[in-house]
């Protein structure tokens, strides 16, 4: 067939001697064989290939790079406060501006009422019991931020 395969080769190793044909972009390791991309970007996010040849065999490997950008300081927004017969009700949203495939998770370490796995709580408490600190993390593959909820905020506007 007239079909072909094109493919850009990144580094050429033989013997001793190793050909880096994007040099400022991407350094050779001869030591451990590892390829590092200098000043990673969205667009080196594709599928690579990895073959070494020895004599008439070669060996083939592809490897999947993405590139995520990392989360940045989340902030947590007050949807809904309701104050009713000294207990509290509040609906909160936590949400990071930036970062690629975010997660969110609420905890604490002292209470099991902030638990979730989404960027949306719900709480009710007593007004008295406002040392619950409630703490938003937004992850991703890259990065981990988080932001503490203060649960005195109820009261206030």
């Known amino acids: 067939t007239k079909d072909s395969l094109k493919k850009q080769i990144l580094v050429r190793y033989s013997g001793d001697n190793s050909t880096n044909y994007t040099p400022g972009q991407m350094r050779f390791q001869k030591l451990d064989f590892s390829l590092e991309i200098l000043n990673t970007s969205r667009q080196d996010g594709q599928l690579y290939e990895y ?13 999947q790079l993405k590139v995520y950008e990392p989360v940045s300081d989340p902030s947590i ?36 009422i902030c638990s979730g796995n989404s960027s949306f709580l719900n709480l009710s408490y007593p007004l008295w019991n406002v040392s619950i600190p409630c703490v938003c993390t937004a992850r991703n593959p890259v990065s981990s931020r988080a932001v503490t909820f203060d649960p005195s905020q109820c009261s206030s506007e």
């Open 51 to 63: 073959s070494v040849s020895k004599g008439s065999e070669e060996e083939v490997w592809q490897i």
């Open 77 to 112: 927004q007050i949807l809904r406060r309701e104050l009713a017969n000294g207990s509290c009700s509040i609906s909160l949203k936590c949400r990071a501006e930036r970062g690629d495939d975010v997660s969110y998770s609420w905890d604490s370490s002292t209470s099991g």
